[in-house]
Nanobody
Framework: QVQLVESGGGLVQAGGSLRLSCAAS????????MGWYRQAPGKQRELVAL???????NYADSVKGRFTISRDNAKSTVYLQMNSLKPEDTAVYYCNVDFNIGFRRGSVWGQGTQVTVSS
């Protein structure tokens, strides 16, 4: 079983920055894709950014140029650096990790962390 622990959310003024972290732990697992998603009130969960095992990244158009996803494989941790935050970035942010344990493949979600951007 793989578990995720998120940290780094909070309240920030528009134009400010936050850095989210998500650490994976468990036994004998390897990580494939790591990603960040967000869900605003009344809206569906959407992909924010994704980084694969090779380090290639993919971003939602709404965050390109402002957010940066990165991963530290030695620490099994994924980060999301969020700059130039806007009120519309307000949401609960969830990390997601695709993993292998032996021949089994699975996916796990973090508990979510609130990001609130005030105008």
């Amino acid at each position: 079983q793989v578990q995720l622990v998120e940290s780094g959310g909070g309240l920030v003024q528009a134009g400010g920055s936050l850095r989210l972290s998500c650490a994976a732990s468990g036994r004998a697992f390897s990580i494939n894709n790591m990603g960040w998603y967000r869900q605003a009130p009344g809206k569906q969960r959407e992909l924010v950014a994704l980084v694969n095992s090779g380090g290639s990244t993919n971003y939602a158009d709404s965050v390109k140029g402002r957010f940066t996803i990165s991963r530290d494989n030695a620490k099994s941790t994924v980060y999301l650096q969020m700059n130039s935050l806007k009120p519309e970035d307000t949401a609960v942010y969830y990390c997601n990790v695709d993993f292998n344990i032996g021949f089994r493949r699975g996916s796990v979600w973090g508990q979510g962390t609130q990001v609130t951007v005030s105008s």
